[in-house]
């Protein structure tokens, strides 16, 4: 029998994020939210649902909690809403608000787990879209005045923060795609939101270190090596591209103070008006971080396709990989790939994988189990991808499974199950899974084993 031992001191954790778990969405003053909003528009989200009441996380934090302390979590990483916080997103602050999340850290601790904060995982108040959202760049002051407030009823109890959740999605799935909220469909939109989404960013960090807040602060990007597929030069030329959107963009900036050469020519060669990179602005984006929080899921393929507008790529899914039930594929060497890429290339000195996971039907059986073995398979090769990545040196410090609880799972609704516990939608019943057993046993004895 192998066992995969961890370093000591790893850090098991799991995440959620506000929209996706905790319902309440009109309780003590909360202020409406763009995924409010955006999934009342018909034909948005499956079977039109809604995050309204979700996991019902506000009111069963405790019982939740509980189930986390049962597995042996070391962290939790869940995200804070801005509008219960600051239900207009600015100005008035609601202390009921900011009551509930006071309360969660309190049981966390009381646990013996770790608070991991996202101060924004893609909640954003309604009335700051009504004022142009991200692609406003007054956004970025909005942020700090958040966040500000944040730190200082939390700061003293939480030692992990994370900035952004998956700015990529943020911009380009919300803005140029248009699948996420708000839903706007325009590139130079979304490359001025990606700008000011890191100006935000920087902002913060930069007074985070400058009033001398204990703990750490970093962000989290969803990554994912591109291959060309087939191989040939042609489609090389399309992986560098799709690389470029969605990796470069958002590593360059962060670590190199730039933004990547190549994609700027694409753009301007497509006649997308790019925001003017100032040399200051920069600076402030490239605010030395504590760690770098990465989302894997799997890796992309792709091919050159001139009609694609504007990477002139498009995805491919090649036959001999298999799929999760998002036709996701499952490839764990990629993370392997990728966090061995951050120590070389960037030169990452601290990372924590911030979400992992995967979705497949579930069925609870007669003996009230979920015995979910393609779930358990997928954590398993991925962890022993991190586990090979940590023997090549890269600094991997933690591992937080997507997701603690089947959940709101944007666009899929609650069709698309994560949790390493089942929800039942109708009950508010939560079952451990056979995988959150499984993970329960790796984090007791520090690794993986092979049975
Ligand atoms: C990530 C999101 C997270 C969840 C997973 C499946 O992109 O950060 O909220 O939806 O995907």
């Known amino acids: 029998?192998?066992?995969?031992?961890?370093?000591?001191?790893?850090?098991?954790?799991?995440?959620?994020?506000?929209?996706?778990?905790?319902?309440?969405?009109?309780?003590?003053?909360?202020?409406?939210?763009?995924?409010?909003?955006?999934?009342?528009?018909?034909?948005?989200?499956?079977?039109?649902?809604?995050?309204?009441?979700?996991?019902?996380?506000?009111?069963?934090y405790k019982e939740d909690v509980q189930l986390m302390k049962q597995l042996g979590l070391g962290s939790y990483r869940f995200s804070i809403a801005w509008s219960r916080i600051l239900p207009e997103g600015t100005g008035k602050v609601s202390e009921e608000g900011i009551q509930f999340y006071v309360d969660l850290v309190d049981e966390l601790l009381k646990a013996g787990i770790e608070p991991c904060v996202t101060l924004y995982h893609w909640d954003l108040p309604q009335a700051m879209q009504d004022i142009g959202g991200w692609a406003n760049p007054k956004m970025a002051d909005y942020f700090l005045e958040y966040s500000k407030i944040v730190f200082e009823k939390l700061g003293s109890r939480v030692r992990k923060w994370i900035t952004l959740n998956e700015p990529y999605c943020v911009a380009f799935l919300g803005n140029f795609e248009g699948r996420q909220a708000p839903g706007i469909q325009d590139f130079s939109t979304a490359l001025q939101v990606a700008y000011h989404l890191y100006l935000a960013h920087g902002k913060t960090?930069?007074?985070?270190?400058?009033?001398?807040?204990?703990?750490?602060?970093?962000?989290?990007?969803?990554?994912?090596?591109?291959?060309?597929?087939?191989?040939?030069?042609?489609?090389?030329?399309?992986?560098?591209?799709?690389?470029?959107?969605?990796?470069?963009?958002?590593?360059?900036?962060?670590?190199?103070?730039?933004?990547?050469?190549?994609?700027?020519?694409?753009?301007?060669?497509?006649?997308?008006?790019?925001?003017?990179?100032?040399?200051?602005?920069?600076?402030?984006?490239?605010?030395?971080?504590?760690?770098?929080?990465?989302?894997?899921?799997?890796?992309?393929?792709?091919?050159?396709?001139?009609?694609?507008?504007?990477?002139?790529?498009?995805?491919?899914?090649?036959?001999?990989?298999?799929?999760?039930?998002?036709?996701?594929?499952?490839?764990?060497?990629?993370?392997?790939?990728?966090?061995?890429?951050?120590k070389t290339e960037y030169g990452v000195k601290k990372i924590y994988i911030t979400e992992n996971g995967a979705s497949f039907q579930d069925v609870v059986t007669e003996e009230h189990t979920v015995e979910d073995a393609a779930r358990k398979e997928y954590l398993r090769k991925h962890l022993k991808a991190v586990y090979r990545a940590i023997q090549k040196g890269v600094p991997v410090k933690g591992y937080y499974v997507w997701s603690l609880l089947d959940n709101f799972?944007?666009?899929?609704?609650?069709t698309s199950r994560f949790g390493i516990i089942y929800v039942d939608f109708h009950t508010q019943e939560r079952i451990v899974k056979a995988s959150g057993k499984w993970f329960a046993k790796c984090i007791a004895m520090n690794g993986i084993r092979e049975d």
Request: charged content about 30%; overall charge negative.
């Open 1 to 60: 029998m192998d066992i995969y031992q961890f370093p000591k001191n790893f850090l098991w954790g799991s995440a959620t994020a506000s929209y996706q778990v905790e319902g309440a969405v009109k309780e003590d003053g909360r202020g409406e939210t763009i995924w409010d909003r955006y999934c009342k528009c018909p034909g948005r989200i499956k079977n039109g649902d809604t995050g309204e009441i979700a996991c019902d996380h506000y009111h069963r």
């Open 205 to 342: 960090v930069k007074y985070f270190r400058e009033s001398q807040m204990a703990g750490e602060i970093g962000i989290t990007l969803n990554l994912m090596p591109r291959h060309a597929y087939p191989k040939s030069e042609e489609n090389e030329q399309a992986r560098v591209w799709a690389d470029g959107y969605l990796n470069r963009w958002f590593l360059d900036p962060l670590i190199f103070k730039r933004y990547p050469e190549d994609m700027i020519e694409l753009y301007r060669k497509k006649q997308i008006k790019i925001p003017d990179f100032d040399k200051k602005s920069m600076e402030i984006i490239g605010q030395d971080l504590d760690f770098l929080g990465i989302n894997y899921y799997n890796d992309q393929f792709v091919k050159r396709n001139e009609t694609c507008w504007p990477l002139e790529t498009e995805p491919v899914i090649p036959p001999e990989l298999q799929v999760t039930d998002r036709e996701w594929p499952i490839t764990p060497d990629g993370l392997e790939e990728m966090l061995i890429r951050l």
């Open 409 to 414: 799972e944007w666009g899929f609704g609650y």
